[in-house]
């Protein structure tokens, strides 16, 4: 077949962003006899280069990971653009790795349209600033879906928020799931730990809790903050730290960030405990992972939760909340809390910071558990939706 994929948010830095890279890397590395055009708005990446990739560039006005984000809109010539440049070839089915970047195609062109969550739907008030930017994703998830030959997504979690909020006929969903960068494994060397902590400010002997990912309300850091604050003047939590590891700006989605500030600065415990570190390149995060007593996942929802399997990938274990996809990835490799209950979020803090026997089970836990989830058999899961409902000539 003939694939068209949409490759407009290759270079976003969130989730569905890494989902897009490497899952089409390993699609491309195992083409099955199939050809790509991966239609782009911006320089190719070395990495795009396959004898059975033609890519082909779309002249926008802004870039979609500019445009297409919580703070603004595309506009429909830019929209019109992408339309275009798929029409002018002759597909057997298009592939969009998120619906973010989602553009109609030309009427009859089967296609496989991915929904990471349906948290814009479930939390509309903790993604979008205003009414106006909650109508135009609704309308774009609306036609999204009524085109859309199936829906891809991420876990079954995920799968079944869509089917509540978006009210998609569960057959039309298919699963595949997200897997760790092989670049993820524990990193024993003690300086480049300590080098990684140094280039993000971090105490040099702190434990640490780290949270990796955005800073959007519906990441319910507030309440993190809250558990944590309860439990610092409890025993042998007084090297323990909190690291917020992730752009304030929040790439142009809705961020909370100035009002965990403040709430830090409201509580006199929290001072010299809590560590914003900023964007952090791979090469220094798989090192703060494997350096790290846990990461705290304590969103409301996660329709997958890739830090979660990076953490576990270098050996780390995983505090997350029970809603959500989290549960499903981690397994048995960490603490669940319920994220409502700021004491329950410090409680598994404390637990696993005190307790040596609970952080070896779930660490001896936590290396097997990765292993379960690859690249190449979400690449695989892809093809077989693909290959089902697309129309070779």
């Known amino acids: 077949m003939l694939i068209g994929v949409d490759g407009a948010c290759w270079r ?11 899952l089409l890397k390993a699609m491309f590395a195992d083409p099955r006899d199939h050809e790509f055009r991966l239609f782009i708005d911006d320089e190719p990446d070395p990495e795009i280069n396959h004898s059975s990739v033609r890519v082909i560039r779309v002249r926008t006005s802004r870039k979609v ?14 929209i019109l653009a992408f339309h275009r440049a798929t029409a002018a070839e002759p597909l057997d089915i298009m592939f969009y790795p998120a619906v973010y970047s989602w553009f109609p195609t030309r009427r009859g062109l089967p296609s496989v349209v991915t929904f990471h969550d349906a948290i814009a739907e479930r939390y509309p008030e903790l993604v979008f600033p205003d009414l106006h930017r909650r109508l135009f994703w ?14 891809l997504t991420v876990s079954e979690a995920a799968k079944d928020e869509i089917v509540k909020h978006l009210r998609i006929d569960p057959g039309r969903i298919d699963v595949v799931s997200e897997a760790a960068h092989p670049q993820f494994h524990p990193i024993a060397d003690r300086e480049l730990r300590a080098a990684a902590r140094r280039r993000a400010n971090l105490p040099a002997e702190a434990r640490l809790i780290l949270y990796v990912g955005g800073f959007a309300p519906h990441k319910n850091l507030s309440r993190l903050l809250l558990g944590f604050s309860q439990v610092l003047d409890r025993s ?10 992730g752009d304030p700006a929040g790439s142009g989605f809705h961020s909370n960030y100035e009002e965990l500030r403040a709430q830090i600065r409201d509580e006199p415990g929290l001072q ?4 914003f570190t900023g964007y952090v390149a791979d090469e220094d995060l798989v090192a703060l992972y494997s350096d ?9 929802s996660e329709g997958f939760g890739l830090p979660a399997i990076e953490a576990l990938s270098c050996g780390t274990p995983v505090l997350a909340s029970n809603s959500g996809a989290v549960p499903e990835v981690i397994g048995e490799a960490g603490l669940l809390f319920d994220p409502l209950e700021p004491a329950e979020i410090g409680e598994a803090i404390h ?10 089970a779930v660490r001896a836990r936590a290396l097997e558990r990765a292993q379960r989830f690859t690249w190449s058999r979400a690449a695989g899961l892809t093809y077989a939706v693909l290959e089902a409902c697309g129309s070779p000539r």
């Open 65 to 78: 990971t500019e445009a297409a984000v919580a703070s603004g809109n595309r506009s429909p010539r830019d």
């Open 272 to 275: 010299g405990r809590v560590h």
């Open 12 to 22: 976003n830095r969130r989730g569905f962003g890494r989902f897009t890279r490497e």
């Open 236 to 245: 042998r939590m007084e090297d323990v730290h909190l690291a917020f590891v």
């Open 138 to 151: 609704g309308l774009k998830v609306r036609l999204a879906c009524r085109q859309a030959s199936r829906i």
């Open 292 to 300: 790290a007593l846990a990461l705290a996942i304590p969103s409301l």
């Open 351 to 360: 637990q696993i910071a005190r307790d040596a026997d609970i952080l070896t």
